[in-house]
């Protein structure tokens, strides 16, 4: 399946150095360059911290294709009904080769 079946669908992605974003994908290429509006980045806290998790938002937002781990459609109704403040799980680290 391409991804243009996702343009105008709320998605997520998870980049190569462990980042959790969210928005409506607006366009893409054939080598996964994204264009996302109304991006917000997740920062999910690891257990045991005291902050709570947080979501920045970063409003109109482009990623590369080399910086695409994988790019999936949300759920909407379930994103919304999960309090992100208190979500907690381990760091999702680099998957950069060197």
């Known amino acids: 399946m391409s991804l243009n079946a996702y343009v105008n669908k ?13 928005g409506t994908l607006v366009s893409c290429d054939q080598v996964t ?18 902050e709570p998790s947080a979501e920045q938002p970063h409003g109109l937002y482009l990623v590369r294709g080399d910086n695409v781990v994988v790019c999936g459609l949300v ?6 009904s999960i ?14 080769h060197v």
Do not use: C, F
């Open 33 to 50: 360059n994204l264009v996302l509006s109304d991006t917000i980045e997740r920062i999910i806290r690891e257990p045991g911290d005291d």
């Open 10 to 22: 709320k998605v997520l992605i998870l980049t190569v150095d462990g980042r959790t974003l969210t």
């Open 83 to 96: 309090d992100w403040a208190k979500v907690r799980g381990e760091v999702i680290g680099s998957t950069k």
């Open 75 to 80: 759920d909407e109704e379930l994103d919304k």
